[in-house]
């Protein structure tokens, strides 16, 4: 059994690193939007699960109680991050094959 290559080895322990550096760079600059239940309130996070809008209608603000409120904002950003999430791992699992099994 011959001792594996160093060399190659960390010339693609460095090519994955700076894949997965413009995966990150990808990330922070793609946006998805989720919303609550009902669809009154509007979140957009970016790629990193960063939140960047949150859309809330003048009339939920003055009509929801705060804890309904609350919970269709926790259930837009969520939605939100589902889709960065689901898209990050789809970008993941193409680039990285193998990677995680």
């Not at 090519?15 to 009902?38: C, P, V, W």
């Not at 809330?56 to 804890?67: A, G, Q, T, V, W």
């Not at 904002?73 to 193998?98: E, F, M, Y």
Request: aromatic share 2%; proline share 4%.
């Amino acid at each position: 059994m011959s001792d594996p290559d160093v060399e190659s080895i960390l010339i693609d322990l460095e090519r994955k690193k700076n894949l997965m550096h413009t995966l990150r760079e990808e990330a922070a600059a793609s946006y998805y939007t989720g919303t609550s239940d009902d669809r009154a309130v509007v979140a957009t996070v970016n790629g990193l699960g960063k939140l960047h809008d949150l859309s809330i209608p003048d009339k939920e603000l003055r009509s929801s109680h705060p804890s309904t409120l609350g919970g269709k904002i926790v259930a837009a950003i969520n939605a939100a991050r589902a889709q960065a999430i689901d898209d990050s791992n789809a970008k993941l699992i193409d680039a990285l094959p193998g990677f995680g099994s």
